[in-house]
């Protein structure tokens, strides 16, 4: 292959992606202007509504300082490039379409784990300080704890699913049981001792 015929191939590879990038480039603003105008929008009606003062007693409850308007336009945000982005792929590149639909189905899972792990963490502590338990307590919750995120963080990994499957019912298994000998010496332990 001689110079020309590269520079040749070259410019019908460009000549041919053309089109495609200025169709993106058209999506992309078309999405951009779209995410502005919710986001003005979907503020005033949040400052209308005053979505602040209906969630304070449940921040108030949890302990926790988030402004519920970001993380509400935060996930509007969200859906919003992710309509772009599978809008993009299926006019501009149809090829990409199933590699964009397996990197989105794994990033969702890992997601919801950290979601669920988190939801798990403040849950537990907020339980912890609200009922004054003793540090025995304590340890049994976090020992619980770690089990159900260790069950968590086997969805998201790369084992057959046999494996999964085997190691998720064993874990269940284990901290039902546990849960169970707990529960049975912390309400009936008085009864035993006499």
């Known amino acids: 292959m001689n ?7 070259a410019l019908k590879d460009v000549e041919y992606l053309i089109p495609k990038l200025i169709v993106s480039l058209i999506l992309v603003c078309i ?3 779209i995410a502005v105008i919710l986001n003005r929008v979907l503020s005033k009606v949040f400052k209308i509504v005053r979505i602040e003062e209906l969630f304070k007693p449940l921040k108030r ?3 926790i300082t988030i402004s519920f308007t970001s ?8 859906a919003i490039a992710l309509t772009a982005l599978y809008s993009i792929s299926s006019v501009a ?6 590699t964009i639909n397996a990197i989105l189905d794994y990033f969702g899972r890992v997601v919801s784990v950290v979601f669920l792990i988190a939801v798990v963490f403040v849950a537990v502590s907020r339980i912890a300080e609200k009922i004054a338990v ?10 619980i704890m770690l ?3 260790i069950v968590l963080l086997i969805d998201v990994t790369n084992l057959s ?15 039902g049981i546990s849960m169970g000998v707990f529960s049975a010496w912390f309400f009936f332990h008085d009864l035993v001792r006499r």
């Not at 110079?3 to 191939?9: F, G, H, L, P, S």
């Not at 993380?71 to 969200?78: A, F, K, M, P, Y």
């Not at 003793?134 to 020992?143: A, D, G």
């Not at 699913?161 to 901290?175: D, N, P, Q, T, V």
Request: no cysteine; proline share 2%; aromatic share 14%.
């Open 31 to 33: 999405f951009f202007v």
């Open 134 to 143: 003793e540090e025995k307590m304590k340890s049994f919750m976090t020992l």
């Open 147 to 149: 089990f159900i995120v």
């Open 161 to 175: 699913h046999e494996i999964k499957s085997a190691l998720a019912w064993g874990l269940s298994i284990g901290i």
């Open 71 to 78: 993380l509400i336009l935060g996930i509007v945000n969200v």
């Open 93 to 98: 590149f149809p090829e990409w379409v199933n």
């Open 61 to 63: 409850y949890l302990g």
């Open 3 to 9: 110079i020309e015929e590269a520079v040749v191939r």
